[in-house]
Structure formats: structure tokens, C-alpha cells
């Protein structure tokens, strides 16, 4: 048993582990330039331990046959993570406005983080079962719309709608891969295309009606996205950012001398705010370096696609290149006025216990589809 777990370290990818390496020393240095002489200061080394501490956890997930977990348990992670989430609904904190977390005593826990992967390992189950066949509408995409959906709403009502998008991104995801017709796919892309056209025609032609439809912070943020100078006092975090990023130029204002960052103006900057600070403090060299490390990271997953005979290991991953893209997107382009500001980290580099839990998680079963797929 013993050699048989060193055989399955030795085949792990060691261009993801030196990333992940390089995204804990990069999260670390910047959280520790953000809060450094704050009320947050110390965080960095909070930090460390956690990234230690998923490591572990991360490898000891690898060695682990991800077949079993897909086969096995995925249904019943599912129900576990559905119960997660309604306790949140009636027994969760309420931080600023949004019940997302479970009050653990020594940390607290977002169930939103977990579900992500819950529901790319049910989702993967099912894809297997039709091995490869095109998907039918009624017997395969409503229950797996279904399965999506469920979670997609709880989070929603939270209110999360950063974390509930990436639930559709990941559905979007694994139907592509999982063969779903041509017909299907061009009808849910018209259903989007017609409900956001709609939606902005409403905003445009019946604000009144359309301002009882979203909710008040929804509604905030749609304003400051389409006209952050419509007002100043509900766009400033985004005009800041904005200002912030671009006055880092090309090789930015240098570590712990980004002006607004380190004179407060950038609210959770060491959280959901963190690409702010490597703008501001590292410019587009800085940036530029980070986005090269997340696309190597996606490529190194692609690659296991591409020779995974298993396909229930090729949906997984797709599911979480799906999650991983998409929370990559979107909290770069809140930041830089390209989508409305929504509360989600950025992978690996934002600070977060449930986060990086997730994302560590994440990349154990990843490594671990590597692993058994060489081994057969």
C-alpha cells in the first residue's frame, strides 16, 4: 500500500504543484501587502498554514481513486452539500447583507464553496452514464438542470449571485462535453441572449418596473456597471479599482506603495479585491504574470482531457476548468468596470478558508484523474 501511494505521487503533474507553489507565494506577498499595519495584519501568515494544511489535503485527495467518489458518493455529497445549504438559509450569518456562512467557532464555513464541487462530481456521474451518446432533452438535460438548479437558487436567495453564475458556467461546461445536440445548445443560448436583451430593453424603456423586479444592491451595481459615474457615492469601489489598476501602468507603483490601496480606498482588498493590489503594486507585468499562470494551468488540465480514457475523469475536469474560468473572468472584470461588481475570490490568490479549500479540492481530484488514468 505504501509503494503503491509513493507510485501515484511520483505520476502527478509537477507543473500544476509549482503553480499552486507559485499561487501561494504570490497570495501570500500581496495579502501581506495589504493588510500590513491594518486591523486584518497577520493575515498573510494565516495564510501559509492554510495553504500548508490543503496541501496535504490536496495529495492525500490524489492518491485517492476519484472513480470511487464519482461512482460512490457523488449523490450523496450532493444531498449533503443541499442540507449545507439550507441550514445556511435558516441558521447562517448574515455578513453585510448576504447569510452565506456557518459559524464553525474557530472559522466560518461557505457551503456554496463545497456544492461547486458537489455538483461537478454528480453531474460528472450522470455525463458517464450515457457514455458519450448525445444527450436527450427530457431524460438527461432536465435532470441535470434540475440537479444545477437547486443550488443555483438557494445561493442566489443568499443573495450570491457571483457564486451562483459559476454554477451555470460549470452546467454550460460539462453539457458541451458531455455531447449535448447542436439544436439544444443554440435554444439555451437564444433563452440567454433573449432574457438579458429583455432584461436590458426593461432598464432602458420601464426602469420603474424593472427596479421591483432585481433587488436594491442589485440594482446598485447594474446602475454603477452600465454608468459608473451615474453615481459616485455606489460606483466608488469600482472607480477606485479602476483608478487603482490603471495608475499601476506597466511595472506598477512597487510592493506596498499602490497609493489607493494602501491608503484604504479599496474595500477587501486582502479578499475579493486582491487583483487591485497586484495592479496597483505590480502594473501589467504583475498582471500579466498571474494570467500566464492560471492559462498554464488550465492548458496542464486540458492536456489530462485530452489522454483521460475515463470519462467520467474528462467531465470532472471540464467541470472545474469550467468553475475555474469563469471565477478568473469575473472577478478580473468587476474590477475593471468589464461586468457588475459581485462578490467572488479570485482563485488561489484571495484570501478564504472555504475558498482555497475548494480550489485545493479542486486540483486534488485533478491530479488525481492524472494519476489513475497512467496507472489504468
Partial sequence: MFFGIIDRLKRLDSVIIFI???????????????????????LHIHNILMFAVMLIVMLGLSCMDYRFLVRRLSVILYGLGIVLL????????????????????????????????????????????????????FRDLLPLGLITGVPFLIILEQPDLGTSIVFICI?????????????????????????????????????????????????????????????????????????????????????????????GYIPYDYADSI?????????????????????????RMIKIVLTCPDLS???????????FTLQIFENIAMHTGMMPLTGIALPFISYGGSSLMTNMISMGLVLSVKAHSEAG
Fill in 171 to 263: 452546467f454550460i461546461g460539462m453539457l458541451w462535453i458531455g455531447n449535448v445536440r447542436m439544436t439544444h445548445a443554440l435554444s439555451g443560448f437564444f433563452g440567454i441572449a433573449a432574457i438579458i436583451g429583455g432584461m436590458y430593453w426593461l432598464y432602458s424603456a420601464n426602469f420603474g418596473l424593472f427596479s421591483k423586479i432585481v433587488k436594491p444592491h442589485q440594482l446598485s451595481r447594474i446602475q454603477t456597471f452600465l454608468d459608473p459615474t451615474s453615481d459616485p457615492d455606489k460606483s466608488w469601489h469600482v472607480l477606485n479599482s479602476i483608478r487603482a489598476v490603471g495608475a499601476g501602468q506597466m511595472f506598477g507603483e512597487g510592493f506596498k506603495h499602490g497609493q489607493l490601496v494602501q491608503k
Fill in 20 to 42: 499552486l507553489l507559485c499561487f501561494a507565494a504570490i497570495s501570500t506577498l500581496v495579502i501581506y501587502s495589504a493588510t500590513s499595519g491594518t486591523k486584518y495584519d497577520g
Fill in 86 to 137: 439550507l441550514i445556511v438559509m435558516f441558521k447562517g450569518m448574515t455578513i453585510n447583507g448576504s447569510k452565506r456562512w456557518i459559524d464553525l467557532g474557530v472559522m466560518q464555513f461557505q457551503p456554496s464553496e463545497l456544492a461547486k464541487i458537489f455538483v461537478i462530481l454528480l453531474l460528472a456521474r450522470i455525463l458517464e452514464q450515457r457514455n458519450g451518446e448525445p444527450l436527450r432533452f
Fill in 275 to 299: 487583483y487591485v493590489v497586484i495592479g496597483e503594486e505590480f502594473g501589467f507585468i504583475g498582471s500579466a504574470v498571474l494570467l500566464l499562470l492560471y492559462f498554464v494551468l488550465i492548458y
Fill in 313 to 323: 475523469g474528462r467531465y470532472l475536469i471540464v467541470g472545474v476548468i469550467s468553475m
